[in-house]
Nanobody, 118 residues
Framework: QVQLVESGGGLVQAGGSLRLSCTAS????????MGWFRQAPGKEREFVGS????????YYADSVKGRFTISRDNAKNTVYLHMNSLKLEDTTVYYC???????????WGQGTQVTVSS
């Protein structure tokens, strides 16, 4: 059974940093694109960023570019989201995704809450 498990969410002050982790189990994802989305209640899911298998091709949403960094460790089947200079508007649930299929993905994590306070 394939599982993506996120961790690292929490409460942080504006301007602070957090690192989210997503570890996959049940199969290897070392050869597929992985990444992150976020979704606030009542809003559409928003793409945050993605990374290809080697880390040589990374995309970011304009809203996080320059502040967030995605990396991965294929040996650990894990993808990371390093979030710096956090803003109030970054508050939402962040979802890990694996094996991108166009604008969506085949596998999803359960989500982890990030709350940025003033």
């Amino acid at each position: 059974q394939v599982q993506l498990v996120e961790s690292g969410g929490g409460l942080v002050q504006a301007g602070g940093s957090l690192r989210l982790s997503c570890t996959a189990s049940g199969r290897t994802f070392s050869n597929v694109r992985m990444g992150w989305f976020r979704q606030a209640p009542g809003k559409e899911r928003e793409f945050v960023g993605s990374i290809n298998w080697s880390g040589s091709n990374i995309y970011y949403a304009d809203s996080v570019k320059g502040r967030f960094t995605i990396s991965r460790d294929n040996a650990k089947n894990t993808v990371y989201l390093h979030m710096n200079s956090l803003k109030l508007e970054d508050t939402t649930v962040y979802y890990c995704a694996a094996d991108f299929r166009g604008p969506t993905a085949a596998y999803w994590g359960q989500g982890t809450q990030v709350t940025v306070s003033s």
